[in-house]
């Protein structure tokens, strides 16, 4: 729609030029039933919204195929240079039926949508090898938004990679890249079946640490800077009992008995106990 | 409405008689209202949804006014007993207006309307003298799901109180409820000012760990089995400078440069490291 790309990958891109104005728009109905993930998988793409997130899927490679952008809305300054290095092709929406189409309270503007990527468990993706690997399982993952956080909290630990296993909600939800704030885009992340998960695991001699209240190990007494997976379970369920019988050892966090964490918590705790391990540890 | 209250505390208690069958039923209007703070600041009352919630709540004390009952949405058997426990007036509704007065997707049939408790910051209500205290400061939380989050995890990690240093959002939101999983009876919970926060705990003599990226000293290498209060502050601010500049020391929590952590699993973090810490040097 833009004509041909020429060498001028960085120039402003071309900002169609009728503005959407109302909220019935054809467009702005197609990115609404994106929300859903029938639709979403059905067209192979997702929706990125925010300047942050839509940076963070730039600078990783991911495939934007569309913008769609209220500048009213604009929190900054950079948008413009983002959008123009994005050259996908771009339509300005005016800011009420903008915020139809948003997920937040207060939408900033910039909402792209983008190839889906590839999100298999392969030793190609996953570079489980160039050392000590730290990688968080988080298995039935019931609400998009501890999946996102738990990959914003993998991100800031340096995980190898995230493994959702048999998640209940997809890796491309808004909800997802929103709580990850787009750190979907800045690691590897993998989804898998609970089974294929602990295969790859084992065929590259990485050790699995599951946390369950039935542990018998406080988790600070296991080793958790060799080469580990940390495995946390859906927040109603738990861990499915595979991991109980196939974990090389089950850690539990010591409550002071009022309540489990919410498992994006009990991650949270368990990762950066492996980067406070690691870095009193260092490898040679 | 039930007439004189007998010895028989625990017998079943009177459901009003008639069902509750339409959404626009005055006593549901008045609970959708509640959601909104200033309508729940004007009745000095809240929201408790959830059987693990209203009983946390009843185990508490908290005085429960009202209570609004969907049989066919109870997910186990003991709603019954807990009802008739809580000896307030009960109105029956129908699934679907229930769903117009519930705030979680797959509500299970349990809504209470309970009296606002005292939240001020006063150590009577705040046992800081009885050993090494550990406070979770949460300053300017934003989001009622991450003051909820870590009102969570403050309880599973046994801390001697709360304190919201001027939050955005007010404790008795449904959502901090919610996310709080009824925790928030659990404990002291406190809102007060940031200045009056300091104040209260240089009086007590609490010691003051504040977190930040600016921080200087990782947080795994600071005493945290002392008397210490840990302060994080808000998703998209930080703390304000006040915590920065009284801090008896500023830790961070070292990323591997993606991100900063969501505050919640930031605080989760610090509280189990003190745990941990803790577990280590246990006290005489």
Same mark, same amino acid.
């Given at each position: 729609m833009l004509g041909p790309r020429g060498?001028?990958?960085?120039?402003?891109?071309?900002?169609?030029?009728? +503005? +959407?104005?109302?909220?019935?728009n054809e467009r702005l109905k197609r990115l609404r039933r994106l929300r859903k993930r029938r639709d979403r998988d059905d067209a192979g793409v997702f929706l990125i919204e925010g300047y942050r997130e839509v940076k963070r899927a730039f600078e990783a490679g991911v495939a934007i195929e569309e913008v769609y952008v209220s500048p009213a809305l604009f929190l900054g300054q950079n948008e413009p240079a983002l959008i123009a290095a994005l050259g996908a092709p771009t339509h300005e929406v005016a800011p009420e039926p903008f915020a139809s189409v948003a997920t937040r309270d207060r939408p900033d503007g910039l909402l792209a949508v983008a190839r889906q990527f590839d999100t298999s468990l392969s030793a190609d993706r996953l570079d489980?090898?160039?050392?000590?690997a730290l990688i968080l399982v988080a298995e039935g993952a019931e609400r998009p938004g501890n999946l996102g956080s738990m990959i914003r909290t993998a991100a800031g630990a340096g995980v190898t990679a995230v493994i959702a296993a048999e998640p209940q909600t997809d890796v491309f939800a808004p909800e997802v890249v929103r709580a990850s704030v787009g750190t979907l885009f800045a690691q590897p992340v993998a989804v898998a079946s609970s089974a294929e998960t602990l295969a790859f695991l084992r065929a590259h001699a990485v050790g699995v640490v599951t946390a369950s209240p039935a542990g018998e190990q406080d988790y600070w007494d296991v080793d958790l800077a060799a080469s580990v997976a940390v495995v946390v379970g859906s927040e109603?369920?738990?861990?499915?009992?595979l991991w109980l019988d196939q974990a090389d050892v089950v850690v539990r966090i010591p409550m002071a008995g009022v309540d489990s964490v919410n498992v994006a918590a009990a991650a949270a705790v368990l990762l950066f106990d492996a980067v406070r391990q690691r870095a009193a540890r260092p490898q040679a």
């Open positions: 060498p001028g990958r960085h120039r402003r891109a071309s900002v169609l030029s009728r +503005i +959407i104005s109302s909220t019935a489980v090898a160039s050392g000590p109603q369920h738990g861990v499915t009992p």
